[in-house]
C-alpha cells in the first residue's frame, strides 16, 4: 500500500484507510470478533488508518477493542462531537482509554463548537496524546466556514466528502489544502453506497486493467487518490473481503485525466 506524507505534519498514511460509521456501529460478541476480523483484513495489506467519532454509536469502543494488542500498528483519527467543552471533555477521556493514550488525528467534527474545543485539541497535541488535530465537515455549505478554520493555521488536516458525484472540495478546500500543506482525508468515497447502487455494465472497466482496477469500488477509490491533493480515503464496510478489494485501490500506477474522466463519466449524473 502507498504511504503519502500527510500535508506538513510529518506523518505518513496509507492511502486507502477504513471508516467505521455504522459498520462498527454494534454490540455483542459476534458482531465485535466480526469487526476485528474486518481490521485484520485491513492491517495485512497495510490499510491501517481507522476513522471513528463519538456520533458513531459504539463505532470507538468497537474499534479500540478491535486494536487490542496492535494499536502500534494502526493510526487512529476520531472526533470531538460535542456542543460544550464538558462533554467534549468526556468524550476525549473515553477515546484515550479506547486507544492506548493516544489518537493520530483529532478532528472537531461537522465543526461543532469548534471555537470552543479548538484550544482543548491544541493542548492535547501540546501533550502529545493527539499527534495531530482537524476539522472535518460533510456538506459544502459548511466550506466557506471549514476554510476559514484551515486559515486559522491551528489544524494539521481537514477531513471532506470527494467522490465523481460530490466534486464541491475541488474548488476551494484542496487547493487550500496544498498551499497550507494540510493533511486530506477524504470520507464518503462512494457517496454513502450510493454510488455503488448501479456499477457500470460488464467490459466497461477494460481500460483500467492496466491501472490494477478489477472492480467498481476500486475505480473509484483511484478516482481519487490519482489527485495527489487526497491522502487518504476512508471507505466503509462490513463485509468479509470487501476491506481488502478497497485496499488494493491504493497502490500506483495512478489515473491520468482521461482515466479520471473515464470514471466520472460512467458514474453518470
Ligand atoms: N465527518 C463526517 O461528517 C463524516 C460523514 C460521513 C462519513 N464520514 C467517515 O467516512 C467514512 C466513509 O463514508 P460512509 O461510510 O458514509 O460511506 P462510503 O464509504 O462512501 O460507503 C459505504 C458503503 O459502501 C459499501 N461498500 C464499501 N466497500 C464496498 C465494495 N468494495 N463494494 C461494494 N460496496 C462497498 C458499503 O456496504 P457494505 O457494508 O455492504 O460493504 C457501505 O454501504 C465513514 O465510515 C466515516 O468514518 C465522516
New binding site residues.
Partial sequence: MERRAFGRTGLEVPAVGV?????FDVRGKGAEADARDRVSEALEPGSSFF???PMYGQAERVLGLALEGRRDRAMVATKVWARSTDEGSRQIERALRFYGGWVDLYQV??LVAWREHLPVLERLRGEGSARTIGA???SPSAFHELAGVMRTGRIDAV?IPLNPWEREAERDILPLAEDLGLGVVV???????RL?RRPPPPGALAPLEPFGVR?W?QALLKWILSDPRCHVA??????AG?TR??AAAGNPPWYGPEERELVARLAGP
Fill in positions: 471508516g467505521t460509521w455504522k459498520t476513522d471513528s467519532s467534527h461537522n472535518t465537515h460533510w477531513q470520507m464518503r468515497p462512494f457517496a454513502e453506497g455503488m472492480t469500488a476512508i471507505p466503509a464496510t462490513s463485509r470487501r478489494e478497497n
